[in-house]
């Protein structure tokens, strides 16, 4: 089930597409290995300019998108900043290394967004999509048992936010995006919580729930980021061609008043007439 509106595409075009999408894939897995390996120990400079190369990345990857992705992608870092300044520096349920938002966070939010539609969108991904989704449940249920069972402390914000997969991955109305979406945000979470470049409150404040490091099912959340992004996106789209025509009609029309110079003056009529003598 696509994501952007459009005609089906020739075999050549989606045989484009999917090597376009496993080369986005290849890449930008290989880069966050890197960049979170890096910002273990980076200085706030250094880290500025991790971000600065991951807005890169994110913009290459952008101009190659069509415009319909684009627009997901960067209502998608819009809804996802604003959790982060709530979710981070507010609530405090989880806390970044240097105590601050990094840099490059915003944009990886719309580079996994976008790996997520991609991949979802995959000639076998969507033919195997109900094997996909099975075995993603099956295996959120082996991190359930985890983190119910065999940690010291139960991890129910992770139990919270793995009901919302549920929901997502039963009743939404794109399961395979979910799950795609729920697998390569909890492989980030693993990976991110293990170099210590961010890590999550063991109890949820204000509330006073017990939490792992990552939450099991917190790839829920990212979920009901992706939904609120998604929905999000086509009333962007009309604001922003709105505001497009309005400045369009602000802009100064040309004159229709007749040009004087094109006129004839009497010096020109005298000599035409002088020649028709």
Known sequence: ????????????????????????????????????????????????????????????????????????????????????VIGSLIWGAYQYRLENIPLYVPPGHGLFFLMAIRISELPLIERRGQ????????????????????????????????LVLLIFLCAGRRPTFYAVSYTLT??????????????????????????????????GAYCTMDAVARRLAPRAERALHAFQQEMKAMRPQPSSRPDNSERPTLRTRHLEGRRLR
């Not at 249920?141 to 010291?152: I, S």
Request: glycine share 10%; charged share 10%; with cysteine.
């Open 186 to 219: 909890m492989a980030l979470e693993f990976y991110g919580t293990s170099q210590g470049n961010w890590a999550w409150a063991p109890i949820l404040p204000y509330v006073g729930i017990g939490v792992a490091n990552p939450p099991f099912g917190i790839g």
């Open 131 to 162: 094997l996909l989704r099975g075995m993603v449940l099956l295996g959120s249920l082996v991190l359930l048992v985890r983190g119910m069972v065999l940690l010291p402390s139960r991890d129910m914000l992770g139990l919270a936010t793995w």
């Open 1 to 84: 089930m696509k994501f952007s509106p459009g005609y089906s595409s020739p075999p050549a075009a989606c045989s484009d597409r999917a090597h376009a999408t496993l080369l986005l894939a290849a890449f930008a897995t290989g880069y966050w290995l890197v960049v979170l390996f890096l910002d273990r120990g980076a200085t706030p400079g250094q880290q500025l300019v991790l971000g600065a190369t991951t807005w890169a990345f994110l913009i290459v990857a952008l101009r190659l998108s069509p415009p319909a992705e684009r627009t997901q992608v960067l209502s998608m870092i819009f809804v996802a900043s604003c959790c982060e």
